[in-house]
């Protein structure tokens, strides 16, 4: 039985994980990967005490390093289920099922997919939604990126150093990134955009070959043979799998209230997926402590100890 199990390791369930594992409290993150988004993007120049451009795979390596030093453990496991088991936590994934007093809810928002036929079957078989992270996997090889929105923009102009053509579909007649991005882009002698086309399939048997797509104004349909697709439509809440355990709001995403519960005694959630306002490293980061703090208040309290916190470096 762990004190707590927190759900995900981006910047919210990291730095949770690194205040309650400094209570002493035993704290196991199941996480699908290391950072979230923050591993995603190219550089963070906004993290407090983080000077000049640093690349997001860094931040989030030393979260982790500052995790384990406090005696955190952490597993790469999806989590599926959490159930209620008299006043504690089953936590279920395809690989274990661990108890918990506590949990942290910290999955963050997931990269939007374009549901449409051989995506799923070829993700990670051509079809990708992290230029910064699989880009390298491509070099050499000629590439698509989905999607009209400076992410996909970013993807596209990365892509054109390492690639030698980069289609993008921007899926409309109009890219929505910043004017000198947008700019920048169509500047680029290796990036064909290709206007208002919507993306149907995704072709190929153990291995993307192809993308086939539907002119949004005349239907014409046509394929472009590619060996790999970039998909940078946006992020959402992929809260599904937890919509009948804890409270959402409209657009999906857990309500908690200022002192991070959901309406679960015992369920705490924080950053991303949470109905608080700010999607940012430092804000996560900082939710992801408070939550920390909450749970460890709470453990206190249904041991029978005063639920008051003294600060966390251990003044009085
Ligand atoms: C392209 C891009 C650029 C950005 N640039 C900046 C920037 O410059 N500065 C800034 O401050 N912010 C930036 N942001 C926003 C910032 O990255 C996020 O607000 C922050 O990283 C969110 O952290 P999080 O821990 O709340 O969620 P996430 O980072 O989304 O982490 C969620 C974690 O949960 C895991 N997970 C998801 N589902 C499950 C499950 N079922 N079981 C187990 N694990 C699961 C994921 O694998 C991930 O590890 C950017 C975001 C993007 C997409």
């Known amino acids: 039985m762990w004190d707590v199990i927190i759900v995900g390791a981006g910047a919210a369930g990291m730095s949770a994980g690194m205040y309650t594992s400094r209570r002493a409290l035993s704290t196991l993150i199941l996480s699908t990967d290391l950072g979230g988004q923050a591993a995603m993007t190219d550089w963070i120049e906004n993290y407090p005490g983080v000077v000049g451009k640093t690349h997001g795979v860094a931040i989030m390596g030393n979260f982790r390093k500052q995790y384990e030093e406090f005696g955190g453990k952490m597993r790469f496991e999806e989590v599926k289920k959490i159930e209620k088991a008299g006043d504690d936590f089953n936590v279920i994934t395809p690989q274990s099922e661990e108890q918990a ?187 992801g402590a408070k939550a920390a703090l909450e749970v460890y208040k709470y453990l206190q309290v249904k041991a029978g100890k005063p639920g008051v916190l003294t600060p966390d470096w251990g003044g009085v």
Request: glycine share 10%; aromatic share 8%.
């Open 101 to 287: 007093r506590a949990v942290i809810l910290a999955f963050g928002l997931s990269p939007c997919e374009l549901k449409v036929p051989g995506e799923e079957r070829l993700k990670g078989k051509g079809v990708t939604y992290c230029a910064t992270c699989d880009g390298p996997l491509y070099n050499g090889k000629v590439v698509g990126v989905v999607g009209s929105i400076s992410e996909a923009l970013d993807a596209a102009e990365y892509l054109s150093k390492i690639c030698p053509k980069v289609y993008l579909f921007p899926q409309r007649d109009k890219l929505l990134g910043s004017a000198v991005l947008n700019e920048k882009v169509k500047g680029i002698a290796n990036i064909e955009i290709v206007w208002n086309k919507k993306i149907t399939e995704v072709a190929g048997e153990d291995k993307a070959k192809s993308v086939k797509w539907a002119d949004i104004a005349t239907n014409e349909v046509g394929e472009t043979p590619l060996e790999g697709l970039f998909v940078e439509i946006g992020y959402i809440a992929k809260t599904d799998w937890v919509k009948d355990f804890v409270e959402l709001d409209a657009k999906r995403q857990i309500k908690v209230d200022k002192e991070n519960r959901t309406n679960v005694p015992g369920v705490y959630a924080a950053g991303d997926i949470t109905d608080v306002d700010y999607k940012q490293v430092v804000v996560s980061a900082g939710e």
